[in-house]
């Protein structure tokens, strides 16, 4: 079943979101399996991030592997746990 996900992430800029999201695409294999979409907003207090995943273990799957290179490039830990919502729909226009 598809989830929604919701981190505020007050403290990381997005010079850092930047940096570390081109280290994950740098990665061997499909990094992001599982991830249907991804939005990256900026705050007045850090960025707060969406994605769409196909299930809790593609997420999880991907927690694992971004978090060891989130805390090796310096960012700071989430003050929360992300709000994950079960999907009742998802389409995408045009597709």
Sequence with gaps: MAIFMKASL???TTDQYDALNAKLQAMPGDTFAGCLSH???PTDTGIEVYDLWESQEAMD???TVMMPVAERQGLPPASERPTVSQVHNYWVPGS
Excluded: R
Aim: glycine letters at 22%; proline letters at 11%; charged letters at 10%.
């Design 10 to 12: 007050p403290g990381v």
């Design 39 to 41: 939005v990256c907003v």
């Design 61 to 63: 799957k991907f927690g």
